[in-house]
């Protein structure tokens, strides 16, 4: 049996759970609430994923809509 690492966010400042931990495998992107890990995680296709964090990287989403 397999454990799952789960990476938190580098803008989690302070030592605080104030944040998301993100959870990769081969096919697999799972995001969860720190501050509630027992409370499930959203599931995305790695690829789908890993495409929209590059669409956020290159600032091409509108945070002000």
């Known amino acids: 049996m397999s454990t799952t690492e789960w990476r938190k966010s580098s803008f989690s400042q302070g030592g605080t759970n104030d944040c998301v931990e993100l959870a990769l495998s081969?096919?697999?992107?799972?995001?969860?609430?720190?501050?509630?890990?027992?409370?499930?995680?959203?599931?995305?296709?790695?690829?789908?994923?890993k495409g929209f964090v590059r669409v956020v990287k290159d600032g091409l989403i509108d945070s002000q809509s």
């Open 26 to 49: 081969a096919s697999l992107a799972r995001v969860r609430d720190s501050k509630a890990p027992a409370g499930g995680a959203l599931r995305f296709d790695v690829d789908l994923f």
